[in-house]
């Protein structure tokens, strides 16, 4: 069997070079001649890692990442009410499964957890939004710490997230190519560090952005609800604000939601005053959960990738873990799922 030291003396470098490359370890600096030489070397001579010849033999390598602390954003309740967030802490879950890892689950308070829960822990992963406050007790409690579904815009913090900023603009761009004039928005204002900062969700803020620059921002078709956790982001708040928006002597020919509960309100909302979709007004929205495919009329929506987003975020930690000191932010890329709630643009676009 050859060993490391082996492909070390044939390529002319230290055995702990060869073995940072054949680890693929991202902090290591070299040649891509050198890396080539490396691997070519090893697949000519037949190596094997220690990991193949483990799972080889029937046996799991031990994994760096033995209890993970994740700290929700949401309320239970609140979680269970929203399909996406779900998905995300089931990646986060799947993937620990996979690596046999305990995990200790967190959900949202008036206060901040307690420390202890955070002793012995490799490293945390906090999904969704948390205040300066809070992320700052994180750092001088948990030995690393990972964001999934919020970018809180650091270079120290690892986090992965998906640019919803963009997907809206992306969906208002193929808006406009099917010929929808006026264009209502239904979702909330930002509430972060124990205040509400208007017109500041990403959405809404990408929302505005577009409008204005194409000189069609009209004020009365923006309805938003007051964030207080994930209860503005609900059914009844999106009923709520469609009914506002329906009420308007020239209303919207189509309305995009911040998430596909909200689009599910709007339905009713629409249904109620006799309206039809897509005949009489579109609806497009976010995140693409299980019911959206099977409304009537199915929900056009951006697949926002939960799991995926859940599972990358354990893969950032386990990078930390094996000694990356870096930061790294990741984006999982959106896909606009064209249905029958909204009219298409001749060429679908894929976010």
Request: include cysteine; proline fraction near 4%.
């Amino acid at each position: 069997m050859v060993t490391i030291k082996e492909i070390a003396k044939s390529v002319g470098v230290s055995s702990a070079t060869v073995s940072r490359v054949l680890n693929y370890d991202p902090a290591l600096s070299i040649s891509p001649a050198k890396r080539q030489a490396i691997i070519e070397t090893a697949e000519a001579l037949n190596y094997e890692t220690p990991r193949n010849r483990n799972k080889a033999n029937g046996q799991v390598a031990p994994s760096l990442l033995t209890k993970l602390v994740i700290v929700h954003f949401l309320e239970p309740s609140d979680e269970i009410a929203d399909p996406y967030y779900v998905g995300v802490r089931l990646g986060i879950e799947s993937r620990c499964r996979d690596l046999r890892a305990e995990i200790v689950k967190v959900f949202h308070s008036d206060a901040l957890p307690e420390a202890s829960l955070l002793e012995g822990a490799s490293g945390v992963i906090v999904i969704g939004k948390h205040s300066d406050n809070e992320i700052e007790w994180l750092n001088q409690h948990a030995r690393h710490i990972v964001f999934a579904d919020f970018d809180p815009r650091s270079d120290r913090i690892d986090s992965v997230f998906s640019d919803v900023a963009l997907a809206t603009c992306k969906i208002l761009d193929a808006l406009k190519s099917s010929g929808y004039k006026r264009i209502g928005f239904i979702g909330s204002h930002e509430n972060l560090n124990g205040a509400v900062q208007h017109f500041a969700e990403r959405r809404c803020a990408a929302y505005i952005d577009w409008q204005k620059k194409n000189g069609t921002f009209a004020p009365e078709l923006l309805a938003l609800a007051d964030c207080s956790s994930g209860q503005s982001l609900r059914l009844d708040t999106g009923y709520r604000l469609a009914r506002e928006l329906l009420s308007l002597t020239d209303r919207p020919d189509v309305i995009v939601t911040s998430n596909d509960n909200m689009a599910i309100g709007t339905y009713r909302a629409v249904q109620e005053v006799g309206l039809s979709i897509p005949g009489d007004i579109g609806v497009i929205s976010f995140n693409d959960i299980p019911v959206a495919q099977f409304l009537t009329p199915s929900l056009t929506t951006v697949r926002i990738h939960g799991e995926h987003i859940g599972e990358t975020a354990v893969d950032l930690l386990l990078e930390r873990l094996s000694g990356r000191s870096y930061g790294k932010q990741v984006r999982i890329a959106t896909e606009l799922v064209w249905r029958d709630s909204c009219r298409k643009p001749l060429e679908s676009q894929s976010l």
